[in-house]
């Protein structure tokens, strides 16, 4: 039997609240209900980041969440393939992230441009 996620066109989003970054980092690892490349957020730290074994921040602030090596030659596709994500599960964390305001990873910006003139609420890739 199918579920309504599998009948309907749309891909969902898991979106997960912590009060810390050591929160979202200890429930990323015990959780069940956390699954890799559902978006993080901390407002408190000005953070979002993505779930997986090692919790990755999007955003400059990245408090107990890890970061990405910057490398120049990196694209979006080589990003997603060496987390194991896929290239919209880390678009959609870096889009909630400029919606809250918050200043991104230099990585993640370069990686996720904004389209001139668009919105960051309606930013897709």
């Known amino acids: 039997m199918l579920t ?4 309907f066109a ?3 989003r898991r979106l997960h609240s912590f009060a810390t970054t050591g929160n979202a980092y200890d429930a990323c690892q015990c959780d069940e209900a956390i699954t890799k490349g559902d978006t993080l957020i901390v407002l408190s730290e000005g953070v979002v980041g993505l779930a997986w ?5 999007v955003t400059a602030e990245h408090g107990n969440l890890h970061t990405v090596v910057d490398k120049p030659d990196t694209t979006l596709g080589h ?7 896929t290239t919209e599960d880390i678009a959609h964390a870096v889009a909630f992230a400029r919606v809250l305001g918050f200043t991104l990873d230099p990585q993640f910006e370069r990686l996720c441009p904004l389209v001139p003139g668009a919105s960051p609420h309606v930013q897709q890739l």
């Open 53 to 57: 074994a090692w919790p990755i921040a």
């Open 4 to 7: 309504d996620s599998e009948r």
């Open 79 to 85: 990003l997603a393939t060496d987390i194991s994500m």
């Open 10 to 12: 749309f891909i969902p």
